[in-house]
């Protein structure tokens, strides 16, 4: 079974941009998280989706959002860029959320200039 | 605050040492993960302990789970540089209606050869 696929693995924008991640679940699995991950703050929880819907979110600002395909694939994008949204974003999928074991992909590694 | 806290943040030791990395809190959590991810790389899960005073061993890894579900612990024995890395544990807080993992800072190991 192959594993939690993103694209692209690195990224580089200026401060104003917006960017689109893209995530693709392992086949069966129907949540999707994505976290932020960076040296000062660790892993942080941007956000889970479940179904085609959002189903948790963490404590970031509007200019963080996602999306879930009937596919399960997943996106997710930062509008107005800042140096600090710098870092390595992570998804995972499980097969239904809630806690259980999640299986993460190698990331998109976001540098913001 | 950071709900999960681990310790120590930094272990560098020669190969052959033994070491034990803690994953505390205040909170219970339904089920603790321990994952360990490489440079580059996504977190890889290495065990998910559900029961309080659960012990389980993966080779020369030693999980424990505290008897309150508060607290977990990862003992390596005989250190090898394969087992470098950033060790993380995650508690799932299900019955709480919680669906995120929660993440704690992270460990990061070094075995010299």
């Known amino acids: 079974k192959a594993g939690v696929t993103q694209t692209p693995r690195y990224l580089i924008k200026t401060r104003g941009q917006q960017v689109t991640l893209s995530c693709s679940p392992i086949?069966?699995?129907?949540?999707v998280s994505w976290y932020q991950q960076t040296p000062g703050q660790g892993l942080q929880f941007l956000f889970e989706y479940f179904s085609e819907t959002q189903r948790n979110k963490g404590n970031f600002p509007g200019r963080f959002s996602g999306r879930q395909f009937s596919n399960s694939r997943s996106e997710m994008n930062v509008s107005t860029l800042e140096l600090g949204d710098s870092a390595l974003y992570l998804c995972?999928?499980?097969?239904?959320?809630?806690?259980?074991?999640?299986?993460f992909g190698p990331g998109t590694r976001l540098l913001v200039l | 605050t950071q709900l999960l806290e681990q310790s120590p943040q930094f272990l560098s030791i020669q190969e052959g040492e033994n070491l034990t990395v803690y994953c505390n809190s205040s909170?219970?959590?339904?089920?603790l993960q321990w994952y360990r991810q490489e440079p580059g790389e996504g977190p890889v899960l290495l065990v998910t302990?559900?029961?309080?005073?659960e012990v389980k061993k993966l080779k020369r890894l030693t999980f424990q789970f505290g008897d309150a579900r508060k607290d977990s612990s990862l003992h390596i024995t005989a250190a090898q540089p394969g087992d470098t890395g950033l060790y993380l544990c995650a508690g799932a807080q299900s019955y709480t209606g919680r669906r995120a993992l929660t993440f704690g800072s992270g460990t990061r190991l070094q075995v010299q050869p």
């Open positions: 302990v559900v029961t309080g005073g």
């Open positions: 995972a999928s499980s097969a239904s959320g809630g806690g259980e074991t999640q299986y």
């Open positions: 909170s219970v959590f339904s089920s």
């Open positions: 086949s069966g699995h129907r949540s």
